[in-house]
T-cell receptor, first 111, second 113 residues
Framework: AQSVAQPEDQVNVAEGNPLTVKCTYS??????LFWYVQYPNRGLQFLLK??????LVKGSYGFEAEFNKSQTSFHLKKPSALVSDSALYFC?????????FGKGNQVVVIP | SAVISQKPSRDICQRGTSLTIQCQVD?????MFWYRQQPGQSLTLIAT?????????ESGFVIDKFPISRPNLTFSTLTVSNMSPEDSSIYLC??????????FGAGTRLSVL
């Protein structure tokens, strides 16, 4: 069965510094990978996806993610974090007609 | 994308009662999903609801506890039956619009006393 791992519970970063949220995946066949963000008291919002093509995927709010097949990773990045980026971030992989989510990473951007 | 409305947004319920959560989409969709997000946890898929057929439940979830209706292509309900404090969670519906991207409602925050 497909799965993703998000090894860190919380990521703290100073405003203006680069932000990285890590994700590794396990799936048979070609991976369909996603990042979602959840702000307090809100549902999940789609950020970006990798299906095929360029390994660097650009998404909403200045986020991007790099697909690395050899390392089975799909880390989320943002060159310069904003305080408003503080939220819960979920990595997900698609397989068997469903999404499997990681446990989520709380990102705290410190002013 | 899609606009997904969930009602109620939150509720506080007594043990042993049932709550029905509604999910309305602004366009016709084939696949709708219901998830549970327990406090501090990730999302767990409860079931997939396709119009015109019985919902497909994931391991650990049963129809008697979480009956689902899908009367048309824009609407679904999830009922949490005979509630206990362990059912306190956020319940989210989502739809698969295109290319496997799921769009989510804002969720229903349920507390069971």
């Amino acid at each position: 069965a497909q799965s993703v791992a998000q090894p860190e519970d919380q990521v703290n970063v100073a405003e203006g510094n680069p932000l990285t949220v890590k994700c590794t995946y396990s799936v048979s066949g070609n991976p369909y990978l996603f990042w979602y963000v959840q702000y307090p008291n809100r549902g999940l919002q789609f950020l970006l996806k990798y299906i095929t093509g360029d390994n660097l995927v650009k998404g909403s709010y200045g986020f991007e993610a790099e697909f690395n097949k050899s390392q089975t990773s799909f880390h989320l990045k943002k060159p310069s974090a904003l305080v408003s980026d503080s939220a819960l971030y979920f990595c997900a992989v698609y397989g068997n007609n469903r999404l499997a989510f990681g446990k989520g990473n709380q990102v705290v951007v410190i002013p | 994308s899609a606009v997904i409305s969930q009602k109620p947004s939150r509720d506080i319920c007594q043990r042993g009662t049932s709550l029905t959560i509604q999910c309305q989409v602004d366009s016709q969709v084939t696949m709708m999903f219901w998830y549970r997000q327990q406090p501090g946890q990730s999302l767990t898929l409860i079931a997939t609801a396709n119009q015109g057929s019985e919902a497909t439940y994931e391991s650990g979830f049963v129809i008697d506890k979480f009956p689902i209706s899908r009367p048309n292509l824009t609407f679904s309900t999830l009922t949490v039956s005979n509630m206990s404090p362990e059912d306190s969670s956020i319940y989210l519906c989502s739809v698969d619009i295109a290319k496997n991207i799921q769009y989510f409602g804002a969720g229903t925050r349920l507390s069971v006393l």
